[in-house]
């Protein structure tokens, strides 16, 4: 912590300006936002079906960037559902074993252009 606050105070005063450093212990939670999950969920349910959209996930304790994002705009996070057909649980992500099943890309591609299209058709209302 020391180190990074004296490299920006002398990058800084070396420009001839002066840095104020803040490090922050920790890692903000993601919360998403109740309008955007429901809008979300509709959408899916629409272009997939509504069997296909789980709400039972629980819940991960895993940090995410993205909640930094949800701090300035109304954002939901969700999860692509790439574990096999059969049952057998996905391995974690962080795993040297895991390998994305690439035919998942096609659904997040689909779900992302339906959120836009819908989302279009809303905003000019």
Known sequence: RQAV??????????????AEVTLTQGYTVTVNHPGATAY???VAADEFGAAHVRTDIPVSMGGE??????????GVIWRLGI??????PALPLHNAAFDFPDAAI???VRLHCALALHFAKFVER
Not at 65 to 74: H, K, M, S
């Open 5 to 18: 606050r004296q490299v920006a105070e002398h990058t800084a005063r070396a420009f001839g300006a002066e």
């Open 40 to 42: 979300m969920q509709r």
């Open 65 to 74: 960037d993205f909640a930094y994002y949800q701090q300035c705009i109304p």
């Open 83 to 88: 574990a096999p057909a059969d049952g057998t």
């Open 106 to 108: 096609v659904t997040g």
